[in-house]
């Protein structure tokens, strides 16, 4: 049998493949790498698709994030040693971002549900010194809820949506990345928009932040040979910017047929070994990560990888247990704990086929 790789890069550009020669060789035959027409397109188009005021195109998605908070730091509306609040359970780019800035990270544990964060536990980790909320969309599903902006407002935080795994992900109509004060998303070439190479974004439609954020994206100039601060070279580039206009206008269909997998997945896997995502709203979710939990996960997983199936782990360890981040290695997130020790990730993307995810479900369907 045909293994199913966890993710056909190869498959999913070939997709695309006749509308992204054409772009890469646009740009190729312009002369023109950096800040230009293609990027100021996409930036106008995802602005546009988000639902903000700016967009404003970076080297990827840490970046994004790390540039908003450093913004913020300039702004004066955060200071050095202030706290933000994040889920325990994300992925490591959330935190960094955080203490890149010398801002401390205040890990919450997240819904043993949803796999987002607990906004019931989020209140009570909130002191003199918090100034954010970064939540983050894990796994393609929205993590916004009516009590975080409630809190945000109580509390005057600004609410940053780390969107890296959401893109085209709604609640209401309204798109994420467009639900908080500002937003990174990231292209890295396996996220649900993906570039062929890193990229990244940020989105908000403050225009005080936007103008700062693109001045610190630009070694801190916004006037040729003009610094204001010691800033970063972070730049979305221009044939990354013409590949993202392509794959931009088929992303809602891609994450359609992401949804049809997941559908498929969810009716079908019958196991009780196996416990499956808590899906209330379909619009959103937007599957970047199809995460299914069993107390016999390795077994399970061995069992997939003999098989030839590709299925992964997102994440293994925590962050609060990796090495990065010694001083927190004696913290205990039982939940976090859990979600680690039990998820598997099943492939999806907009290429599986149906065959390929039938077999998948019969695998699964014969642990016994
Ligand atoms: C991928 C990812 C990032 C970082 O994006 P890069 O483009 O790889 O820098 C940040 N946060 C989350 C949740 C991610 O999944």
New binding site residues.
Partial sequence: MKPIKFLDLQKITRKYSAEIHQAALRVIDSGWYLLGEETGVFEKKYAQYIGTQYCIGVA????A?RIILRAYIEMGVMNEGDEIIVPAN??I??IIAITDNRLVPVLVEPDIETYQIDDTKIESAITPKTKGIMI?H?YGQCAYTDKVSELCKKYRLKLIE?N??ASGCRLNGRTTGSLGDAA?H???PG?NLGALG???AITTSDRLLAEKVRTLANYGSSMKYVFEYRGYNSRLDELQAAILNVKLVRLDEDNQRRKEIARYYLEHITNPEVVLPVVNDWEAHVFHLFVIRSVRRDELLRLLNDKGVQALIHYPVPPHKQKAYEGWNHLHFPVTEQIHREVISLPISQVITDKEAETVVNIINTLS
């Fill in positions: 990827n998605g840490l970046d994030l994300t992925f780019a959330s983050v894990l780390d890296a795994q990174g990231s292209f890295y996220k890193d990229g990244g």
